[in-house]
């Protein structure tokens, strides 16, 4: 466990134990995939910030148990239809569920932990929480619609980028803080600021994970190296590449993207290193995570705050 998740053990013990009960099904098949993607681990950090952030507000119930359990059944859902799409076999080093089972079951148990998530919603009976869960899943599905259209698209512009991964990643980082402010009776400016943070932290996250797929390796990433080369996504390494790096570097990139391949990533990654494209992308994951950190400052001193410092600086750090 890393430090921030050692604050929390109880908690993220109590969360495992609920999503297991939650994951109960009269169909064999659900119950198996479900588990499967238990065991998978993970670094769990969604179900994670409702923990810290609704404790670091002072929240002494246990229905941030429950909270935390459905932002982690939304996430896993989202999982196992992005795996459909971008026909991905490899995930936190094992087969992906598409690949274990097939397509139709992997679609179809995300369907039933989406569903699983909103029983799950109406017995907190709190309209807010509905009310931002039911938003977010929404703008999530919105953002996975606009990288598909993106996918194979060199003209994508940065500003484009940076609203996909909002909608993709940040959107339930971003629900996850907030709901946990509702569930600890927040005033409307703390919500905002937990809200916030989450929205920043969101984003470094996924601009680490864009850097990672050309600088990290297979092993440490659980998945493969190129990926999102091979489905033609035009992240920001690639994006800023193909306007600061040489004619020649831009027409490489450009290629790769419309072709939907990475037969020539070495080539490519030197390129996006020579330019400067990574370093460009880290620095604007560590203005994100200079942003979240501000929106902390309203939290009274403890180690819930300080465990939510650890992981926005663990955003930037991490190698996997």
Same mark, same amino acid.
């Given at each position: 466990m890393l430090p921030f998740h050692q604050v929390a053990a109880d908690d993220f013990a109590a969360v495992?134990?609920?999503?297991? $009960?939650? *994951?109960?099904? $009269?169909?064999?098949?659900?119950?198996?995939? %479900?588990?499967?993607?238990?065991?998978? +681990?993970?670094?769990?950090?969604?179900p994670l910030l409702v923990l810290l952030c609704s404790r670091a507000a002072g929240y002494q119930g246990s229905n941030h148990i429950t909270l935390a359990a459905i932002i982690e059944f939304i996430h896993t859902a989202t999982l196992l239809h992005d795996d459909v799409?971008? /026909?991905?076999?490899?995930?936190? +080093?094992? &087969?992906? =569920?598409?690949?274990?089972? %097939?397509?139709?079951?992997? !679609?179809? !148990?995300?369907?039933? &932990?989406?569903?699983r998530a909103f029983q799950m919603m109406v017995a907190l009976r709190d309209m807010d929480i509905m009310s931002i869960l039911s938003d977010t899943t929404n703008t999530i599905a919105e953002g996975e619609v606009q990288q598909l259209v993106n996918a194979g698209d060199p003209a994508v512009s940065e500003e484009n980028y940076l609203t996909v991964i909002h909608k993709k990643t940040g959107a339930l980082f971003e629900a996850a803080c907030e709901t946990a =402010?509702?569930?600890?009776?927040?005033? $409307?400016?703390?919500?905002?600021? &937990?809200? *916030?943070?989450?929205?920043?932290? %969101?984003?470094?996250?996924?601009?680490?994970? $864009?850097?990672?797929?050309?600088?990290?390796?297979?092993?440490?990433? %659980?998945?493969n190296v190129g990926d999102d080369l =091979?489905?033609?996504?035009? /992240?920001?390494?690639?994006?800023?590449?193909?306007?600061? +790096?040489?004619?020649?570097?831009?027409?490489?990139?450009?290629? =790769?993207?419309?072709?939907?391949?990475?037969?020539?990533? /070495?080539e490519i990654v030197a390129a996006i290193e020579s330019c400067g494209a990574l370093d460009y992308t880290f620095d604007r994951a560590k203005k994100e995570v200079a942003l979240a950190l501000e929106k902390l400052e309203f939290l009274p001193d403890g180690e819930y705050k300080t465990a939510l410092r650890q992981l926005a600086e663990f955003s930037i750090q991490r190698t996997t």
């Open positions: 495992n134990q609920h999503i297991i $009960d939650q *994951l109960h099904s $009269d169909v064999p098949l659900v119950e198996n995939i %479900g588990h499967y993607l238990v065991e998978a +681990g993970g670094k769990r950090l969604r799409v971008d /026909t991905s076999d490899m995930r936190r +080093g094992r &087969l992906t =569920a598409n690949a274990q089972w %097939g397509n139709a079951p992997a !679609v179809l !148990v995300g369907d039933f &932990l989406y569903s =402010a509702v569930l600890a009776g927040c005033t $409307d400016d703390e919500r905002e600021s &937990l809200k *916030l943070y989450g929205r920043h932290l %969101g984003s470094a996250f996924q601009l680490v994970d $864009d850097a990672l797929d050309y600088r990290g390796n297979s092993e440490e990433l %659980g998945k =091979a489905e033609g996504k035009p /992240t920001l390494p690639l994006i800023y590449a193909m306007a600061n +790096g040489t004619a020649e570097q831009a027409v490489l990139v450009k290629a =790769a993207i419309e072709q939907k391949s990475s037969e020539k990533l /070495t």
